[in-house]
């Protein structure tokens, strides 16, 4: 596959990967929070994330690039006279070089864990971003892995519809819903395949 265009800045991606060949990225439940930990390290600095599920293989998330004067903001404290943006992209590559070297590590393996390059779809109308929300939200169901998607804990479905902490811009996609209930309706209503129709590409 041939390598596609960066992230751009102050855009919203559909952002996905996969284990290499297929093979498992997670499988105890310590490696999600540790992979979380480390998107939080690598990823918060240069985007805002409003929707996520890890699953067994494979991963998605909703993000969008900040500008680069909201990465200064978000990174700097007091003097950024050496400040410099960061790209997107390799922030990806950083979080995925990250995370299977402690994974490689733990389970005595080599070479390399995720699909290279790591699969983008650049989001750009509102019915897209509600209709992406509520796909990632419901993927392990939509895979098999549970029988009702609200029993995976690996996703953003719970941070979303609570109020709980949490740094994910809750507030932005509870606005595209119309608010809470109407997130948690549109989340419990049957998906048809237009719902997921074009979300991804295999």
């Given at each position: 596959?041939?390598?596609?265009?960066?992230?751009?800045?102050?855009?919203?991606?559909?952002?996905?990967?996969r284990?290499?060949?297929?093979?498992?990225?997670?499988?105890?439940?310590?490696?999600?929070?540790?992979?979380?930990?480390?998107?939080a390290?690598?990823?918060?600095?240069?985007?805002?994330?409003?929707?996520?599920c890890?699953?067994?293989?494979?991963?998605?998330?909703?993000?969008?690039?900040?500008?680069?004067?909201e990465?200064?903001?978000?990174?700097?404290?007091?003097?950024?006279?050496?400040?410099?943006?960061?790209?997107?992209?390799?922030?990806?590559?950083?979080?995925?070089?990250?995370?299977?070297?402690g994974?490689?590590?733990?389970?005595?393996?080599t070479?390399?864990?995720?699909?290279?390059?790591?699969?983008r779809?650049?989001?750009?109308?509102?019915?897209?971003?509600?209709?992406?929300?509520?796909?990632?939200?419901?993927?392990?169901?939509?895979?098999?892995?549970?029988?009702?998607?609200?029993?995976?804990?690996?996703?953003?479905?719970?941070a979303?519809a609570?109020?709980?902490?949490?740094?994910?811009?809750?507030?932005?996609?509870?606005?595209?819903?119309?608010?809470?209930?109407?997130?948690?309706?549109?989340?419990?209503?049957?998906?048809?395949?237009d719902?997921?129709?074009?979300?991804?590409?295999?």
């Amino acid at each position: 596959m041939p390598n596609p265009p960066l992230l751009s800045e102050g855009c919203t991606y559909h952002v996905y990967n996969r284990g290499n060949a297929g093979d498992d990225i997670f499988v105890e439940s310590r490696n999600y929070a540790y992979f979380l930990e480390k998107y939080a390290a690598a990823i918060w600095p240069v985007a805002d994330t409003y929707a996520y599920c890890l699953l067994r293989n494979h991963f998605h998330v909703l993000i969008r690039t900040l500008m680069p004067e909201e990465q200064r903001e978000r990174t700097t404290d007091g003097d950024s006279s050496a400040w410099r943006p960061l790209s997107a992209s390799r922030q990806f590559g950083a979080l995925f070089g990250s995370y299977a070297l402690g994974y490689n590590k733990t389970y005595e393996r080599t070479g390399s864990l995720f699909e290279h390059p790591f699969r983008r779809i650049r989001v750009e109308s509102e019915a897209h971003l509600y209709r992406l929300v509520v796909y990632i939200d419901r993927n392990a169901q939509h895979h098999g892995f549970v029988a009702d998607f609200r029993e995976w804990r690996h996703s953003s479905y719970h941070a979303l519809a609570s109020t709980r902490a949490t740094r994910l811009r809750r507030d932005v996609v509870l606005d595209w819903f119309g608010g809470v209930e109407a997130f948690v309706a549109a989340h419990e209503a049957p998906p048809s395949d237009d719902d997921v129709a074009g979300l991804v590409v295999e």
